[in-house]
């Protein structure tokens, strides 16, 4: 075990009992378990998702009617102060470390508890080596009275520091060991709202019986809970995750999840629709740069999708496409930039490729600068491939060429241009729309918008 994790676990095996002797209640029955080491994924031990017990629910829909709302605000804030877990009014009783520089990456998160109280708990990221560290422990804090500190929850592997409150300010969604979890705030009821899968062949862990972690990422309303599902799967144990959606995430008969598939760059090529998907690495700890993203076609207005290989001399387009660059003139002239991702040290991505028979075959065009730096932007002036200007890696470099990407002569430096979302396209009539769930498609004024990527079953 890690020197941070002694110094986080000791909150759970032993500094409480000195809690237990000052305040009455702080500590609570049940001994709390040592905290995973930092250097083991948590997920990699974690068994199948746990059977539920006496505070456990599994079928009532949690957000009842009959409550009256409460606030989401915390009364007050949470904080570590020094070694100790503290509020405005003072230290509660709670010791997160034994020294300072022992919670460096960890933070305190609070939630609002009702009049005058707040929750909290303490966590770490799990979008690091391992992920994260969870300590199973939740505070209830009175913001006046901060010696009388006592343990709202205590849950051996739950990560309460990720986790998103309810809008009745009833609920607390995190992340337990077998996945998502609502606690009930009144009744500290525990209610399963999604069961992670063991990892993929494909992870790099080693580890066939490894658990997947669902971290909840934000609630919106009651309709949509977005989350991460993910585990240390990447090279050296990188973690790599997917986004997905939990909808109806209170309503046990209508309760769903729904992949996201967050299209990276939307074009039309003649009658032909493309889309780049995959990859996303430009979002740190989401997907290892290793994954490949790939390039879609559609000629039937998104009925059906076929894979346009982009592959050159060997060289295959390692990440998603970060842009589809059409010949205005001639639109089966095609320029595609794979996305430069960069983590830990290692990089992939960057490179252009260039197709004039409508994705039938590539060449890689070499980058600009003296160490042929990798391209992170690319534009095409007038909508022309033989006018081109990109950006490369190093700082704000620039480079211009008017020859198709035969050559590149250096321009003044400039900062690249902003990525901002995704501009919809119209193609014979009807128009597309990216959005979280993949790309919609409505074919006039009031009517309703029917999603064709991804296919639906």
């Given at each position: 075990m890690s020197r941070t994790s002694r110094a986080v676990g000791g909150v759970l095996a032993g500094v409480l009992a000195a809690c237990a002797s000052s305040v009455a209640g702080c500590r609570s029955e049940t001994p709390a378990p040592p905290a995973s080491s930092v250097d083991t994924a948590p997920a990699a031990t974690a068994p199948a998702a746990p059977e539920a017990d006496t505070a456990t629910t599994g079928g009532a829909t949690p957000v009842t009617p009959t409550r009256s709302p409460r606030s989401a605000k915390p009364a007050c804030e949470a904080r570590a102060e020094g070694t100790m877990l503290a509020v405005a009014a003072?230290?509660?009783?709670?010791?997160?470390?034994?020294?300072?520089?022992?919670?460096?990456?960890?933070?305190v998160v609070t939630f609002a508890n009702g009049d005058g109280h707040v929750l909290a708990a303490v966590g770490s990221s799990w979008l690091r080596v391992g992920g994260a560290d969870p300590n199973g422990l939740l505070w209830d804090i009175p913001c006046d009275d901060p010696?009388?500190?006592?343990?709202?929850?205590?849950?051996?592997g739950a990560d309460f520091a990720s986790a998103a409150a309810t809008r009745d300010g009833w609920g607390l969604v995190f992340s337990d060991v077998g996945g998502l979890a609502l606690l009930d705030l009144e009744t500290k009821a525990?209610?399963?709202?999604?069961?992670?899968?063991?990892a993929p062949r494909t992870c790099w862990s080693g580890d066939d019986a490894l658990r997947l972690r669902d971290?909840?990422?934000?609630?919106?309303?009651?309709?949509?809970?977005?989350?991460?599902?993910?585990?240390?799967?990447?090279?050296?144990?990188?973690?790599?995750?997917?986004?997905?959606?939990?909808?109806?995430?209170?309503?046990?008969?209508?309760?769903?999840?729904?992949?996201?598939?967050?299209?990276?760059?939307?074009?039309?090529?003649?009658?032909?629709?493309?889309?780049?998907?995959?990859?996303?690495?430009?979002?740190?700890?989401?997907?290892?740069?290793?994954?490949?993203?790939?390039?879609?076609?559609?000629?039937?207005?998104?009925?059906?999708?076929?894979?346009?290989?982009?592959?050159?001399?060997?060289?295959?387009?390692?990440?998603?496409?970060?842009?589809?660059?059409?010949?205005?003139?001639?639109?089966?002239?095609?320029?595609?930039?794979?996305?430069r991702c960069e983590r830990g040290g290692r990089g992939a991505g960057g490179v252009l490729f260039r197709s004039d028979d409508a994705g039938a075959t590539w060449r890689a065009l070499t980058a600009p600068g003296e160490d042929a730096q990798a391209v992170v932007a690319v534009t095409a002036l007038n909508g022309q491939l033989e006018q081109l200007v990109v950006w490369t890696a190093e700082g704000e470099a620039r480079f211009g060429s008017a020859d198709g990407g035969a050559t590149w002569n250096a321009m003044a430096q400039a900062p690249p241009p902003e990525a901002g979302a995704i501009e919809p396209v119209t193609l014979r009539g009807a128009s597309f729309l990216v959005n979280d769930e993949g790309v919609s498609r409505t074919t006039g004024p009031g009517q309703r918008a029917q999603r064709v990527y991804p296919p639906t079953p």
């Open positions: 003072g230290e509660t009783p709670v010791r997160l470390a034994e020294d300072a520089s022992d919670l460096k990456g960890y933070e010696g009388a500190t006592a343990v709202f929850s205590e849950r051996e525990v209610t399963p709202l999604t069961e992670a899968p063991t971290v909840p990422l934000k609630l919106v309303g009651e309709m949509a809970l977005h989350f991460h599902r993910g585990g240390p799967c990447g090279f050296e144990r990188d973690w790599v995750a997917e986004e997905r959606v939990l909808m109806d995430p209170f309503d046990p008969t209508r309760r769903r999840e729904v992949e996201t598939h967050r299209v990276a760059a939307l074009a039309t090529a003649g009658d032909a629709l493309l889309l780049g998907v995959g990859g996303r690495c430009d979002e740190p700890g989401v997907v290892d740069p290793a994954v490949r993203g790939a390039i879609l076609r559609s000629a039937d207005l998104g009925a059906t999708w076929a894979e346009v290989p982009v592959m050159a001399e060997g060289r295959v387009m390692a990440t998603h496409a970060a842009r589809i660059v059409v010949d205005r003139r001639d639109p089966t002239r095609l320029l595609v930039l794979s996305a």
